[in-house]
């Protein structure tokens, strides 16, 4: 017989397996062939029909759930048993923690993006508005961020402020006395103030954030709701919480601090409670708090309340003026002012009711904390990275515009025009992925895996956009005082990557760790199967595992070797190409995760490089996804469309690289060069974005225009009376304005009709010669002088 059908039944497999119909796609050929037979018994050799005996067969034991179990899964699950990677109590907690949500797409390999684009950022309330444009402005008005420098805190009037308008308890419900505000609208004020002084921010968005008023919302007795609330939210209790110790910091877990239950004298009477010591460090708000929120470990040796000794973690809250409760020393953190210090404490008695939750709760705060970190860290440092960048796009924009040398305006040269687009492309990501990730929230979700990614992704670019912020601004960045627009978010940038959950230790064993057992559809359920030794869920999970692996084997190559011709966009228009990239990746990414976790197993986990490198492609692919939909959500305007380019470009670009590294690095070398000729062959490799599309942001910051307006909007922009970014914006305007006269003047420079000397010198007599009029003439004049006056830098009395 004729081999053509034979292969015209691999194609036809083949097409079912790419559509991700991998049982369909072993039954299929061999329905068809049956026919065939029947049709012309004659042209069947015995080679053919030996082949289709065999596949017969082993669609018969892969395909017939019953036959699978007897013959092959009873046989694999104790094996597999051992193989899965042992996870302690505490790391599975941290492990199940919070939600799954547009993650678990971009994992499979497969991602809907409809889903994606039919998602609702829900928008601020009326009122979220009204309080960003009052209460929030005038706050960024009175903050002055030298004197705060200079004061080591805040003023009392700016103290009083945030404290009475209610900035202390904008998550807190209003019928608390709250704001009860969305987590869209406390990410926005967090990024406002961010904008003008990160004292101000750190010091509102830590009460907002992980903490009691948070720990209390979801876990806390109604007592306690009722008479702490109110008190967090206008401020008088100012809130810390206390989980880092000097040998627990990144494995917090291992915390020493402890509390032993016994009876003890509280207000004169005979009460249930527990001794606590602790010793933890640093604390934010810790050396001027009132209420310290305590994590530590509950023991019950003497069975007071019920047979178990050790409760685990539990968390109390503390009044600081509990006898015992010390926290009257500070660190200072890099310089930057706001409160943070040690706090510590032995044998202090409090009552049980002081557990969040009370009594019942003992023994279930990491739990607690690991639920509210899925959330909180979402929220307020992705809104500290969009303010800050956006704020640093706004003015180094206008200083590159605005500082000349070599006769020529800095932001002209490609050198320049470089790190420029850079700031101004990841500023729009940032806010892309903040305002999306918000969002999320807000529709309910915890959503565990992204909001470790926005942490520790946006301050990562936030430090990028900071640095290049510093290499364009030279020694006007470097030269601290009220002028320097840079140097309170440069100092500030280690605290944002250290604080919930360090940058390394996020990026290289959370996000992947976290995401391979929450995200991919069938590995937890193997897990846990295989550990219940449940032979049908097992059976169920691993089979739909294998169909699926085959199923992405096929789509990966062949998007690979097409360039991702072949993906179907949800759209038409200038996001077509980039939403097939991104399928494209996501195919990629979820079989090499799955070649790692298949050829490492258990062992997986302590291969950071490579667990680091799967975080890479899976977060740039969710900031990829961020950046198209804000485009789409946004009316797919030609004002935004380079930035869009630059964000998916710049993505694409470092997923592709982190899983090319990956590949290069698989243990299984012949698995790990196959697999990279497959996925990523040398015709079909995305390019970073291009001199052409940088250059093109570089000159959107450059002037006023709408673009740079939109990129920043939302952020506090000082009036001309503001040494820093209020002269520089000054300075732009007038530099605009005189950008047209200037040009009259070099022209008649190059036609000979004025003397080359320096512009200012020979003004009057362009002006005698009609190739300026004198409006031209002063607009010329007030743009140097403004120029003269914002490239300033600050001096002082020698000391
Ligand atoms: C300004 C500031 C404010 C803070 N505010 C608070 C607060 O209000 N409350 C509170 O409880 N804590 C607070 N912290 C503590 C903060 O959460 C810890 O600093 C953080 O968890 C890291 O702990 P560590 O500093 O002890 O570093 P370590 O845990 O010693 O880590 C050092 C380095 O090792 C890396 N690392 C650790 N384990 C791994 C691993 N398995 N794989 C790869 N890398 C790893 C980390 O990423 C980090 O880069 C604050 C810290 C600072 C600096």
Sequence with gaps: MSYLPVLGLLLLSVALLYQGRAFLSWVLPLGIAFIYWRVSPDSWGTGTAGLFAIYALCVIVFGVPLIRRLVLTRNILPAMATIFPKMSETERVALEAGTVWWDADLFSGRPDFQKLLDFQVAPTSAEERSFLENECEELCRMLDPWQIHNDRDLPPNVWDFIKSKGFMGLIIPTEYGGKGFSAQATSEIIAKVSSRSVSAAVTVMVPNSLGPAELLLHYGTQEQRDHYLPRLADGRDIPAFALTEPNAGSDAGA??????????????EEVLGMRLTWNKRYITLAPVATLLGLAFKLRDPDGLLGDEEDLDITCALIPTDTPGVVHDRQHDPLGVPFFNGPTSGEDVFVPLEFIIGGAERAGHGWRMLMDCLSAGRGVSLPGMSGGGSQAITRGVGAYASIREQFGIPIGQFEGIQEPLARIGGLTYVINASRTLTAGAVDAGE???????????????????????????????????????????AYHAMPISITVEGANILTRNMIIFGQGAIRCHPYAFEEMSAAWDRDVPRFDRALFGHVGSVFSTFVRASVLGATCARLATPPLPGPTATHFRQLSRMSAAFNLCSEVSMATLGGSLKFRERLTARLADALSWMYLSSATLKRFVDEGQTERDRAFMEWGCAHAHHEIQQALMELLDNLPNRFLGRMLKIKLFPWWSRVQPPSDHLSAKLAKALLDDGEARRHLTNGIHIPGPEDLGLGRLEAALDRAVQARAPRKKVKDAQRAGELPRSDELDILDEAVSQGVLNEIERDLIIDAAKSRDDAVQVDDFERS
């Design 255 to 268: 915390m020493t601090s402890y509390g032993i239950v016994c009876k003890g004298q509280w207000e004169g």
């Design 446 to 488: 915890k959503p565990a895996v992204i909001s470790a990614i926005v942490k520790a992704y946006l301050t990562e670019s936030m430090r990028v956009v900071i640095n290049d912020a510093m290499d364009i601004t030279g020694g006007a960045g470097i030269c601290l005082g009220p002028r320097n627009i840079l140097a309170q």
